[in-house]
């Protein structure tokens, strides 16, 4: 499902025009993502938790000469499913 597919239903279940529904999604994703630069975890009750994770900087291989490459440091977005959404999948 794409997020055109996503807004679809979500209209049609609730009754409410597409570009409000894309307006409401647009601004969900966006306050997840500014809240979680800020380090703020995300949590949704029953669906799961965004937060943000740090990677150390580390040296990799480069495969196709076999040189070393340095990886910096970064912080990357990390999603942790909830109990009630594992258990839904099973």
């Given at each position: 499902?794409?997020?055109?597919?996503?807004?679809?239903?979500?209209?049609?279940?609730?009754?409410?025009?597409?570009?409000?529904?894309?307006?409401?999604?647009?601004?969900?994703?966006?306050?997840?993502?500014?809240?979680?630069?800020?380090?703020?975890?995300?949590?949704?009750?029953?669906?799961?938790?965004?937060?943000?994770?740090k990677r150390k900087?580390?040296?990799?291989?480069?495969?196709q000469t076999g040189?070393?490459?340095?990886?910096?440091?970064?912080?990357?977005?990390?999603?942790?499913?909830?109990?009630?959404?594992?258990?839904?999948?099973?």
């Amino acid at each position: 499902m794409n997020k055109a597919q996503l807004v679809e239903h979500l209209a049609s279940e609730v009754h409410l025009a597409k570009a409000d529904c894309e307006r409401i999604l647009e601004t969900t994703v966006e306050t997840i993502k500014k809240n979680v630069r800020k380090g703020e975890d995300v949590t949704l009750v029953g669906f799961g938790t965004f937060t943000r994770s740090k990677r150390k900087a580390r040296t990799a291989r480069n495969p196709q000469t076999g040189e070393p490459i340095k990886v910096p440091a970064r912080t990357v977005p990390k999603f942790r499913c909830g109990k009630d959404f594992k258990e839904y999948l099973n």
